[in-house]
Structures are given as C-alpha cells and as structure tokens.
C-alpha cells in the first residue's frame, strides 16, 4: 500500500527541508512505500529549488506547481489531482506535523479504517507554544462543528489527516478554496459514510517562515463549508453515501451519525495506538 503525502506550500523554503527529511527518514524507517509531493501555491522564494535539489537525491520527493488558483485550498485540491499512491495524507510545510503520527495514520489505514483523525486536544495528544487567540478561536470552532454533526471528534479544523483513495474520489467535487478545506473533507467523509478512527497527535508552531492562516478565515468561509455539509446530511437523503442503494437511501438518511458503528467511528486510547503502530506518543518536540 503506498502512501502519498501532499504538503502545500507557500514560500516555505526555511521550514520545507526539515520537513521533507524528517518525513523520509521516518517512513524509510518504517518500510513504507511512499511519495512525498510539494505543490507549490505561486512562491515567491526558493521553495521549489530546496525540493528540486532534494529530488536529486530521493526520486521519491517530487515538486509540482498548482495548476489552480492561488490558495490553501486550491493547492490541497492540485495534489489530490495528481498523488499516485494508494492512500493520501495532507501534512503541513512547516515542520508542525509529527512523522511519526503519519505512521500511526497509515497503519489505521491499513487495518481497514477508510479514514485516519488525528486529534491534539485528546489524552496521549501534545501541543507546544500554540498562540493563544488561535486556540480560542480553533475551541471554539470545533465545539461548533461537533454540536452541528454529533460526530464525537474534537479537532475537525486540523488539516493533518489520512485518508484512502476512493474516500477522496467519492468526497467530489470539493469546493473549498482556502483553509475551509480542513473542514469540507473530513465532514464530507463522515457523513457520506465512511469509516473513520481518531488518534492523539503532536503539534508544535512553526520555528521558520510566516502562517498563512488569516484570522478571518475562522469566518464565514468555515461557516459556509459546515453548513453546506450539514444540508447536503439532513436534506440528500442519502444520496451522496457510499455503498447505498437508492431503494435505502431515505433509511440511511434517517440514522444518526452516532448510531453508525463502532467501525465507523473509533476513538483509540494512547495505549492502543502504540499497540496499532509501534510507536510511541511522546515526541518531545511536537506540539
């Protein structure tokens, strides 16, 4: 099973060779085939020359230009076009993303899971110098999220999750632009029925570059996204969820997202995480 990692970045040329490193060095490690893919959002700066000269040495790191628009979103979008691999996790430029935590994510994945959920704000989970404001705004946000679809998870905003090929093919089109694609993709894969497990993982601020995360995208763009979901739930009747027949359709629409199974949703404690993967959960520098 072969893992892609698409990693948008935007003039990110301090921060993307650390990433790129840790990531190869950790799934090197661990066997897993793999690609890691930078699309690049229209840099300014030496982004795409740090990959090229990196692809000299691992032909397995590959730098594309998005050939959409400018944006968060757009960029996400370019990579799910073009990834090869059997399974595609979406992990940050800048370093914030624990290796180690894709690991875990890759072998939910395969044990089965349609989707792997990382989640920072569960036990067994670690955070390091997160600003203030951005934490408050991020609570909030997903206590909103999470009272609109009774999901069970905490951490719906963070971009950092996995997912297998067919749940990116069947979550088309996709529609958002910007950041409000950490939203649009994981609430589109839970309510068009695919299974899921959350997991604890590390996040620390970034040490180079700038984030391009805007406070006023935590705005209406986040609120059209949630709401266009939970419409497309409460009034599809099912259309859009795999593996339903239309003759079921207005009975799937009827069970609630928290009567879908326990392999639908499964929240792992920290201990079965290290059994599921190996590894252990306290990376001293994530956050």
């Not at 392999?263 to 995480?273: C, G, K, W």
Request: with cysteine; proline share 3%; charged share 25%.
């Amino acid at each position: 099973m072969k893992l892609s990692v698409v990693i948008p970045a935007h003039d990110e040329a301090a921060s993307i060779a650390e990433t790129l490193a840790e990531l190869a060095e950790t799934l090197e490690r661990e066997s897993i085939d793999y690609e890691l893919l930078v699309v690049d959002d229209a840099s300014s700066d030496s982004t795409l020359d740090v990959v090229a000269a990196l692809t000299a040495r691992n032909q397995r790191i590959r730098g594309v230009r998005s050939h959409l628009p400018r944006g968060f979103g757009h960029t996400v979008r370019a990579g799910l076009d073009v990834f090869d691999g059997d399974v595609v996790a979406i992990v940050m430029a800048d370093a914030s993303d624990a290796p180690e935590d894709l690991v875990t994510y890759y072998r939910l994945l395969a044990a089965g899971y349609d989707c792997a959920f990382g989640s920072r704000f569960v036990p067994g989970a670690h955070t390091e110098d997160y600003p203030a404001l951005k934490l408050a705004l991020n609570r909030a946000a997903n206590l909103f999220i999470r009272f609109f679809f009774r999901h069970g998870y905490n951490d719906t905003t963070n971009a950092f999750k996995a997912y297998r090929r067919e749940v990116i093919e069947s979550v088309q089109p996709l529609l958002s632009n910007h950041f409000n694609l950490t939203v649009e993709l994981p609430l589109k894969a839970i309510v068009r029925g695919h299974s899921y497990a959350i997991c604890p993982v590390s996040w620390r601020n970034r040490r180079q570059g700038v984030s391009k995360l805007s406070i006023q995208e935590m705005g209406s763009r986040y609120l059209f996204i949630v709401l266009y979901v939970w419409l497309e739930h409460h009034l599809s009747k099912g259309d859009y969820r795999v593996g339903i027949s239309d003759r079921s359709a207005d009975d799937a629409h009827a069970r609630d997202l928290d009567r879908r199974g326990a392999r639908a949703r499964h929240r792992l404690r920290p201990s079965e995480i290290v059994g599921a993967s190996g590894l252990q959960r306290d990376r001293g520098d994530g956050g």
